[in-house]
């Protein structure tokens, strides 16, 4: 049992480069999500999902999309990279029923120059 | 979504209890409040949650007010592994999760 894994680890992209952080549970969890950590901040939720082929946006969506094409995964897709996203992000998934007890994957420190 | 006021930061010798505060003055009546921990450079991990009674597990305790509008996460004997920045959240049913700032836990030896 793997739980919540991310890849990559690292990453440094160009300003405009496109780029996709993976995001793989193995704890057949309805509801993944994807959060985003600047230096000395707390988490900022990006988007979510409750299911296969269900998304939706949370507080800081913009310059990022998301699919749901199988309970297992969730991508993350950084469309034109900018260096305000610059961040470590974390995906993190659970049960849809209480107590939706969140189990985070350990993290994908993103450097955009 | 119900806003929270944490102590930026707290200090703890080894092995003393450790009392983490939380308000949530606006917390509505079906949110329940979580507490999540994150330690240095490692993910979010699940502490305990609670509606209105107290709640122990084996990490902690969670004592909330009779009123709902602050509870305290309680650490019985705090080691060095325990700190961290600690995260309180009230929570809807909709099944979105807002971090504050949280709370630097030091631990002293």
């Known amino acids: 049992n793997a739980g919540v894994t991310q890849t990559p680890k690292f990453q440094v992209l160009k300003t405009g480069q496109s780029m996709t952080l993976q995001c793989a549970q193995d704890m057949n969890h309805e509801y993944m999500s994807w959060y985003r950590q600047d230096p000395g901040m707390g988490l900022r939720l990006i988007h979510y999902s409750v299911g296969a082929g269900i998304t939706d946006q949370g507080e800081v969506p913009n310059g990022y999309n998301v699919s749901r094409s199988t309970t297992e995964d969730f991508p993350l897709r950084l469309l034109s990279a900018a260096p305000s996203q610059t961040s470590v992000y974390f995906c993190?998934?659970?049960?849809?029923?209480?107590?939706?007890?969140?189990?985070f994957g350990p993290g994908t420190r993103l450097t955009v120059t | 979504d119900a806003k929270t006021t944490q102590p930026n930061s707290m200090e703890s010798n080894e092995e003393e209890p450790v009392h983490l505060p939380c308000n949530h003055s606006t917390i509505s009546g079906t949110d329940y409040i979580h507490w999540y921990r994150q330690l240095p450079s490692q993910g979010p991990e699940y502490v305990i949650h609670g509606l209105t009674s107290n709640v122990n597990n084996r990490m902690a305790s969670l004592a909330i007010a009779e009123d709902r509008k602050s509870s305290t996460l309680i650490l019985h004997r705090a080691t060095l592994r325990d700190a961290a920045v600690y995260y309180c959240i009230p929570r809807r049913p909709t099944l979105q999760f807002y971090f504050g700032s949280g709370t630097k836990l030091n631990v002293k030896p």
């Open positions: 993190a998934s659970s049960y849809v029923s209480p107590p939706y007890e969140q189990y």
